[in-house]
């Protein structure tokens, strides 16, 4: 079983940035896909971005394009999502997830129930 931990939220005004990083420890992620998503007070939990097991292939919701790049980095188990340009409205928990399948691409037909393992979440909040 892997466990994943988030780091780098925290509070940030609206027009800055933010990186978050997603360190994994248990099992090599070299393999799998991972994404990450979010989840606002009051609201269901969404998804934001996702990257495949190589990195030769992203995907992005549309309120995460242009402005949110995320990346990994196999030989420290580790992803990343560098957030610019953060909105008031991104503010939320964001979680990193493990797929729970080697070698699936990321594309439109990315959903939660692809990943198997989820971190605790870091709080991102934005002001205006």
């Known amino acids: 079983q892997v466990q994943l931990v988030e780091s780098g939220g925290g509070l940030v005004q609206a027009g800055g940035s933010l990186r978050l990083s997603c360190a994994a420890s248990?099992?090599?992620?070299?393999?799998?896909?991972m994404g990450w998503f979010r989840q606002a007070p009051g609201k269901e939990r969404e998804f934001v971005a996702a990257?495949?097991?190589?990195?030769?292939?992203?995907y992005y919701a549309d309120s995460a394009k242009g402005r949110f790049t995320i990346s990994r980095d196999n030989a420290k188990n580790t992803v990343y999502l560098q957030m610019n340009n953060v909105k008031p409205e991104d503010t939320a928990v964001y979680y990193c997830?493990?797929?729970?399948?080697?070698?699936?691409?990321?594309?439109?037909?990315?959903?939660?129930?692809?990943?198997?393992?989820w971190g605790q979440g870091t709080q991102v909040t934005v002001s205006s």
């Open positions: 248990g099992r090599p992620l070299n393999w799998y896909a």
């Open positions: 997830a493990a797929d729970s399948r080697a070698f699936r691409k990321v594309g439109p037909q990315v959903q939660s129930a692809d990943f198997g393992s």
């Open positions: 990257i495949s097991w190589n990195s030769d292939g992203t």
